[in-house]
């Protein structure tokens, strides 16, 4: 089994988490594999991406704790345009702490995350016991993590023995892993899970802050990316909307051309 040359929709039923099988299905209706980080820090700003790039990404990326102006009413309307247009909200919180404190960072406080975000990020550094505290935790009924195995900037402190130690730790409890957000191909034989892949841009090497970045062909062709995260690709673009549209292109593109031959 090579999910690198399975289509999404036949991977759905190779997968044990519900957000993930989601996922695969608005995927292959919608013919995009691209996910937006919707890192803006006005609330308005944030809902105008959504409406923009909406109909051309299968996940909206947020870090909630950047936001001014957040409010219920926000995560109302967030919820509501990411019905109308079909994608999936999924707040990049990357959980660290212990299990109990993850469980409560996830479903207390001014976010109430585990309420409007069906997908989030876990580090693996404190143990499997994070999984199982989110798992546990009051929120939505559907839910799934990207479980952070590699990272795209520069002079990361993980190593080899992480990355293999992380992916063991989330293949353990499939109810709960959507995939894993890394820049390699680290479980192609595991088509249940996704590949999350973030530092994609065209025309830029990285932004000086250590972020280093690849194009959507090779995160798709070379890097095993199921999805594709681009933000300031879009979000600095003139017009956010057609930047999606082009980048939406080359990653569905970069997608067929991988499982044809
Ligand atoms: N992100 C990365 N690299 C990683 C991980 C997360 O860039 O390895 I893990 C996040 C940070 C930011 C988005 O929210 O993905 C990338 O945004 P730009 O495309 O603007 O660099």
């Not at 939406?248 to 044809?260: H, N, Q, T, V």
């Amino acid at each position: 089994l090579d999910r690198l040359k399975m289509p999404y929709e036949e991977r759905i039923s190779h997968s044990s988490n519900a957000i993930a099988k989601r996922l695969f299905k608005i995927m292959s209706e919608k013919k995009t594999n691209l996910c937006i980080a919707a890192d803006l820090t006005d609330a308005a700003e944030i809902l105008n991406l959504a409406e923009a790039v909406g109909p051309h990404v299968c996940l909206f990326k947020t870090h909630i704790d950047i936001v001014e102006g957040f409010s219920e009413v926000f995560v109302k309307n967030l919820k509501s345009i990411a019905e109308k247009h079909n994608f999936v909200l999924f707040e990049d919180r990357k959980f660290a702490d212990i299990g109990k404190t993850c469980q409560l960072q996830y479903s207390k406080g001014v976010y109430g995350v585990s309420s409007w975000a069906p997908l989030v990020t876990a580090h693996s550094l404190t143990g499997s016991g994070v999984l199982e505290a989110l798992e546990q935790a009051e929120g939505l009924a559907e839910r799934g993590v990207f479980v952070l195995a590699e990272c795209s900037a520069k002079g990361s402190l993980i190593d080899d023995k992480y990355v293999k130690a992380t992916v063991a730790m989330g293949v353990e409890k499939k109810s709960l892993v959507t995939g894993f957000v890394c820049q390699s191909k680290l479980f192609v034989e595991q088509p249940g899970f996704v590949q999350l892949t973030p530092g994609v841009q065209l025309g830029s090497s990285g932004d000086g802050l250590g972020q280093q970045y690849n194009t959507p062909e090779a995160v798709m062709l070379e890097r095993g990316a199921d999805v594709a995260v681009v933000g300031r690709g879009i979000t600095k673009a003139s017009n956010p909307a057609a930047a999606a549209v082009e980048y939406k292109k080359l990653l569905w593109d970069s997608y067929l051309k991988r499982i044809s031959n």
